[in-house]
């Protein structure tokens, strides 16, 4: 699932501290996860958060969680977002 969270300049440090503490209180501890990535844009604008699931039940129980909706809630509090289901993720690293 990738997240776009976009905010406005002031907003952006305090989002990504947001998404940062819920991915080391909620996500690290929710059985299927399998991890995320984190990234701020330089514009200020942009928060993307792409997190990998072991299968669908997994992510729906995490999103019907009450930590999971408090944090959610917070974070639409200071960002608008589109959300996408994806499947398929390649990742690439430097050899």
Do not use: C, K
Request: glycine share 6%; hydrophobic share 45%; no cysteine.
């Amino acid at each position: 699932m990738t997240s776009v969270f976009t905010v406005t300049e002031q907003h952006q440090a305090q989002l990504y501290a947001l998404l940062t503490a819920n991915g080391h209180d909620v996500l690290e501890h929710t059985p299927g996860f399998l991890g995320s990535t984190l990234t701020r844009s330089d514009d200020g604008r942009h928060v993307v958060h792409h997190a990998r699931w072991s299968d669908d039940g997994a992510l729906a129980a995490m999103l019907a969680s009450p930590a999971a909706r408090a944090s959610i809630a917070a974070s639409r509090l200071l960002a608008e977002v589109q959300v996408f289901r994806s499947h398929d993720v390649q990742a690439f690293e430097a050899s």
